[in-house]
């Protein structure tokens, strides 16, 4: 794993990634986390294991991130994920992976630049009909995880979303909001299956 602080545009953001071989993975982070959630569940350490490279990076939007100057502005957090993605992988298309307001940003994102696959934690204003709107610009696999005991977004407003999106919805019961922290192995397990899937496409 490498880290290293990125200019990005007037950004500056700390970006840990590693090259490996096959489809990019892409992780934006929730509102009150940073990159390090993903080491801290192990994850980045198994994709290295598997040869997987990723790019993990600190968001504008994050409360506690390395990355300044903050904003919660969609467009710039957008424009900072694409800079940072070509800068590193050139045009190959990632799998995002986004939570939370991540997730947001993430579906933001594949609207106007294509990805392989998206990887949804609980994405919040998934809905927003600015988003509704312009979803068939997405033409790639979509899934969708929501804990049970989550008290942020509701699993009517993802069965819906899941619905617009053609996605699967896979709900970890007894996991709160941010469900790869009570759940990491099936995190690790499930997300590396949707990824070996986008490879065989």
């Known amino acids: 794993m490498i880290e290293e602080i990125h200019n990005i545009g007037k950004y500056r953001c700390r ?27 192990g994850l980045l350490g198994f994709l290295e294991e598997k040869d997987v490279p990723y790019l993990a990076i600190d968001m504008p939007y994050g409360a506690r991130s390395n990355c300044n100057p903050k904003t919660r502005d969609p467009d710039e957090n957008v424009f900072v994920v694409r800079e940072a993605v070509h800068g590193l992988f ?19 994102y594949s609207i106007d630049n294509p990805v392989s696959g998206l990887f949804l934690i609980a994405p919040v204003h998934g809905l927003d009909k600015e988003l509704v709107n312009k979803y068939q610009f997405i033409d790639a696999p979509v899934m969708i995880i929501w804990g049970s005991r989550d008290d942020i977004v509701s699993r009517g407003e993802l069965e819906e979303l899941a619905k617009i999106l053609e996605a699967r919805l896979i709900v970890y019961e007894n996991a709160k909001h941010p469900a790869y922290l009570d759940q990491p192995d099936k995190f690790k397990k499930d997300l590396y299956a949707f990824y070996e899937a986008l490879l065989l496409k």
């Open 15 to 41: 970006v840990l990634y590693s090259r490996g071989t096959g489809i990019p993975i892409v992780f934006l982070h929730g509102y009150m986390f940073t990159s390090d959630i993903w080491i801290d569940i």
């Open 90 to 108: 050139g045009r190959t298309k990632p799998l995002i992976v986004g939570a939370s307001l991540g997730g947001y940003i993430a579906l933001k």
